[in-house]
């Protein structure tokens, strides 16, 4: 069931959540969490990449049900499909990321607070059942080196940090729109906190916006620098070429986001399901592989499985959930993901999420037998 502020018929799967928050939400509002950067080429394509695959099921299996639990660093979730780190859930409802946080603990899973959540660690952590914070890093090294301190503080599990934005993408949609926060609303994380134990408390409003105070020449020093500032797994989110994911396993990293930022950033960069398989390869099970990007269906978690991948994160499905039916739409978004991942194990003739390998895959439009997918 979900809240008062939900669709005349509740939406049967994701795209249609989409749908029902389109009609709900302003032109502007709609068009700051669909969109991507340039020509949207690469935005496109990370959903397009899923079609390029077919699933290859096996029958008379002897299976009367299945589970979806799995573990993604040591953390036992009910299912592979985490949140996401995205800004700002309050433009789309007025409760924000302590209903996301919330609906990610009732469902099992992880939720990942965005550096520009619309509301504060202190304030959502305390809600939350497990959860990451995604980090960027900024050219003031004060600010950075606090934020840190304060998810540690207040119960972080893993340090996600964003490697692929040292400017922002230019979204053309925004442009137009004249995209600005209303009244009232603010990037809660970067302004001044209550001090955290044993640091230098900030001073004032330091930041009423990050887009040009990102550190542009992010290193793999930093990533060092980063990993020694709190006892949390760093998690670099944005690596799309092999080479920077077995590097960053050799800095340390306990896992890897495949992502190409949902599309936002470099317009053109490859799909982050094209580029998870030779990552996979690369890391060679020296760190979990996550992938962040185009996953709307059960049937895309299991290929990301198939491919490799520990667990999927899904960003915009959670705007548009928590859009039309607040704590209860983001529920019913990731039960409806889990559902079917879970029905489509059973039609493959798999228990778990632990049986799923490569073998399930073949590409569209290539025979089996032709196919080293299926060997």
């Known amino acids: 069931m979900l809240a008062p502020d939900q669709p005349a018929a509740v939406p049967l799967n994701l795209h249609e959540y989409e749908a029902a928050a389109r009609d709900l939400l302003s032109p502007m509002l709609y068009d700051f969490v669909a969109g991507g950067s340039g020509d949207e080429v690469t935005l496109r394509a990370c ?71 619309s509301m504060s660690i202190e304030e959502v952590a305390s809600a939350a059942g497990p959860w990451w914070f995604q980090l960027y890093v900024f050219v003031d090294r004060g ?22 934005t040292p400017v922002l993408g230019r979204r053309e949609a925004d442009e137009r729109n004249r995209f600005a926060l209303p009244p009232g609303m603010a990037m809660a994380n970067l302004q001044a906190p209550e001090p955290v134990p044993g640091t230098v408390a900030a001073e004032g409003s330091r930041l009423t916006s990050y887009a040009s105070v990102i550190e542009p020449a992010l290193s793999w020093v930093d990533l060092d ?25 050799d800095h340390g ?49 299991l290929m990301a499985l198939a491919l490799g991948a520990r667990a999927v994160l899904i960003g915009r499905p959670i705007h548009w959930g928590l859009a039309v039916g607040g704590e209860a739409g983001v529920r019913h978004v990731l039960e409806l993901v889990r559902t ?12 778990s999420p632990a049986e799923v ?4 895959l073949v590409r569209a439009g290539i025979p089996i037998e032709s196919d080293p997918a299926s060997e």
């Not at 620098?225 to 396993?249: E, F, M, S, Y």
């Not at 390998?357 to 399930?360: A, E, G, I, V």
Request: glycine share 8%.
């Open 143 to 164: 600010l950075t080196r606090d934020l840190v301190a304060r998810a540690a503080a207040a119960g972080a599990t893993a340090l996600v940090v964003t490697v692929d």
């Open 340 to 351: 079917e991942l879970a029905r489509d194990l059973l039609l493959c003739g798999l228990a």
């Open 47 to 117: 959903q397009a990449a899923f079609a390029r695959w077919r699933l290859v099921p096996r029958v008379l299996r002897g299976l009367t049900g299945v589970s979806t639990a799995t573990s993604v660093l040591g953390q036992p979730v009910a299912s592979p499909v985490l949140i996401a780190p995205a800004s700002l859930h309050k433009l789309v409802h007025v409760d924000g990321e302590l209903a996301t946080a919330r609906a990610a603990r009732a469902a099992g899973t992880i939720y990942t607070m965005s550096t520009a959540a």
């Open 225 to 249: 620098w980063l990993a020694a500032l709190a006892p949390l797994p760093v998690v670099p989110k944005g690596i799309l070429h092999a080479a920077d994911a077995a590097r960053a396993v």
């Open 253 to 301: 990293a306990r896992a890897i986001i495949v992502s190409n930022h949902g599309g936002r950033q470099l317009d053109g960069a490859v799909a982050a399901l094209d580029a998870l398989p030779a990552i996979v390869e690369a890391v060679a099970g020296r760190g979990e592989v996550l992938l962040d990007g185009g996953v709307r269906r059960g049937i895309d978690v």
């Open 357 to 360: 390998d490569r073998s399930l």
